[in-house]
């Protein structure tokens, strides 16, 4: 992170600029996670690596990209598969994307799950589940980004 003034002169739009950048979202492919996405093709992200949990989304993360890609041109979309509770499958997607793009600038670990069962009900597979997606899941996006990171300079997780 700089810690530089900017200069003053300096229009918003090249301060926030993501020109060049490639970005991975878990989750990107609906809610906060696909506005992320959209915001990041809006400031000119070269990539963007959705993320999305199973098959059964595919579609879903297809057309989201599709439709980024729409509306920016100068941005290219995809979309991977990858249980980020599985440390596996979010270390090798995040490789891939890595190889796929050439670079990975900015990872955010959005994918989450929600229950309204009452704790006192949820069952230890529940509980398991959702510590699984909204605890582990962030943990190992972090580690396979720092591992990628860690190998160029400057970085910041
Ligand atoms: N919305 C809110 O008011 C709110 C408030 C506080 C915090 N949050 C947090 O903000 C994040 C996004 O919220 P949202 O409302 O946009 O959620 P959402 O619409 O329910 O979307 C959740 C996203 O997470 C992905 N996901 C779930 N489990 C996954 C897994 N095991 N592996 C990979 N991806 C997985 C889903 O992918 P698939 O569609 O492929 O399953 C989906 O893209 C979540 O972490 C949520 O807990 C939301």
């Given at each position: 992170m700089s810690l530089r003034a900017p200069d003053e002169t300096t229009p918003l739009s090249q301060l926030f600029s993501l020109e060049g950048r490639v970005c991975l979202v878990t989750?990107?492919?609906?809610g906060i996670g696909f506005a992320v996405c959209q915001g990041y093709a809006e400031a000119g992200a070269a990539g963007i690596a959705i993320i999305h949990s199973s098959e059964a989304t595919a579609e879903l993360a297809n057309e989201r990209a599709l439709e980024i890609e729409k509306q920016y041109p100068r941005t290219k979309v995809r979309a991977y598969k990858a249980d980020v509770a599985n440390a596996k499958e979010i270390e090798d997607v995040t490789k891939r994307v890595f190889a796929d793009f050439g670079r990975l600038d900015i990872v955010v670990a959005n994918a989450g799950v929600y229950t309204e069962t009452p704790a006192l009900d949820m069952l230890p597979e529940e509980a398991q589940y959702v510590t699984g997606v909204n605890y582990f899941g962030p943990l190992y996006t972090a580690q396979a980004a720092a591992s990628i990171a860690r190998r160029k300079q400057p970085s910041a997780i």
């Open positions: 989750g990107g492919n609906r």
